[in-house]
């Protein structure tokens, strides 16, 4: 019965979704209450934090559940046998989508998986030099800092406020490079603004320098309408259950083919796998479920089209900023520029804690958003998704505006 359900409801989805293609404008109302009907949510609550972790359309959620009931039955057979086959697959499509040998594609849990596996494998001696940001995700700069304790390398930071250029930013990069660098870790889109930043041409300077470029894609992969091979690092981690809407526990590693044989992985494997990417995924035994369904929400998200996606995630966050622009202590902290952000924005609401705002909204409006409280950005992360509708921003709006007239 479980497998029937399953089955029954991945049929219906994938039958009502194709309609999709034909609906091009990014306002029509009808297109996006079709996508919001996809999902299955609580809509006592407003979840603004899709920029964590997204909910899974009902077709993926069906899918994982078809996997897991299969595997089920007997894992020793069923899911080593019939179902982790299928990572094949999804790695196919996966580097069709952004772009690249599906043979540079490792399918990791999430983005610090990905990421730490470029930063740990890398050969680094005593003195080597890697150049960070002060808008990177803190994972990821404890981790250098591990490698700093640890081998003795040095992390060298940058910083440049969130207003900054492009060329501000290139030039920051620019500055610190010395004969000792090794490594430029790079953030494509930032966790604390939503800010994009010049992942490419920071990928050129590492390239032009003679260093490693490593670069965070988690807000970037199937957000930005950018692909993996347009921005062309060595190395590029994202998550996948952010923004494709994949399963909780995926993510997604590509690692520049003349880099792979060189390059240790994060547990150990086979030496006849050296220059194989899957020596990437040598993580023991897992279930095969998650990264199987990846393939369903990579279906509903070419079934949108990554361009339309993004002109509805960017045209959201407008809705909203719009809204609260003008109320009392308002400050807007994201760009309006859609080659410079997506469905991320941060407001600044006086000089209150981000925190005990971010608690007043979801005591007051059940609406739980991320509250930011960085040197560079202090407010409250708003990242709404496609299954948000123009009512549902409606409310978000009358919340910010009681936030802000306290």
């Known amino acids: 019965?479980?497998?029937r359900r399953a089955l029954l409801a991945g049929a219906a989805l994938s039958a009502a979704l194709p309609a999709f293609a034909a609906k091009a404008d990014t306002d029509d109302a009808a297109l996006w209450r079709e996508v919001q009907d996809a999902f299955d949510l609580d809509r006592t609550i407003?979840?603004?934090n899709t920029g964590g972790c997204c909910p899974c359309p009902r077709s993926v959620m069906a899918a994982m559940a078809r996997y897991q009931a299969w595997s089920n039955l007997a894992p020793t057979r069923q899911m080593w046998l019939d179902v982790e086959p299928g990572i094949e697959a999804v790695r196919r499509e996966l580097g069709r989508e952004a772009g690249v040998d599906s043979e540079t594609v490792a399918i990791t849990r999430n983005a610090s998986e990905a990421l730490q596996i470029a930063q740990l494998g890398?050969?680094?001696?005593?003195g080597d030099e890697v150049i960070v940001c002060d808008h990177d995700y803190p994972r990821?700069?404890?981790?250098?800092d591990a490698r700093a304790r640890r081998d003795g390398i040095v992390v060298v930071e940058v910083g440049f406020p969130v207003e900054a250029d492009d060329d501000e930013i290139v030039e920051a990069y620019r500055r610190a490079i010395t004969a000792k660098t090794?490594?430029?870790h790079i953030t494509q889109a930032t966790h604390l603004s939503g800010k994009v930043l010049p992942a490419a041409r920071l990928a050129a300077l590492a390239r032009e320098v003679g260093a490693t470029s490593i670069v965070d894609g988690a807000h970037a992969f199937a957000h930005l309408p950018t692909t993996v091979a347009e921005v062309d690092a060595d190395f590029y981690g994202t998550s996948l259950h952010?923004?494709?809407l994949a399963p909780v526990g995926t993510g997604l590693l590509v690692v520049r083919k003349e880099r792979i044989a060189g390059h240790w992985p994060l547990q150990p494997a086979s030496r006849l796998l050296d220059a194989d990417i899957r020596k990437f995924e040598e993580i023991g035994t897992h279930p095969a479920a998650a990264h199987n369904a990846v393939a369903e929400a990579l279906a509903l998200h070419r079934r949108i089209g990554i361009e339309r996606k993004h002109a509805r995630l960017h045209a959201l966050r407008g809705m909203w900023q719009d809204g609260v622009k003008g109320a009392p202590g308002v400050r807007l902290l994201t760009e309006n520029d859609p080659k410079r952000s997506g469905g991320i924005g941060v407001v600044q609401i006086g000089d209150g804690d981000p925190v005990a705002q971010a608690d007043a909204l979801w005591k007051g409006?059940?609406?739980?958003i991320t509250p930011i409280a960085h040197p560079r950005v202090r407010g409250l992360r708003v990242t709404p998704n496609v299954y948000h509708s123009e009512g549902d921003v409606a409310?978000?709006?009358?919340a910010l505006r009681g936030l802000a007239a306290g």
């Open 182 to 184: 090794k490594v430029l």
């Open 140 to 144: 990821m700069r404890d981790t250098w």
């Open 46 to 48: 407003l979840n603004f």
């Open 1 to 3: 019965m479980i497998l």
């Open 365 to 368: 409006w059940r609406i739980h």
């Open 122 to 126: 890398l050969e680094l001696k005593v």
């Open 395 to 398: 409310v978000l709006v009358d």
């Open 242 to 244: 952010k923004w494709l």
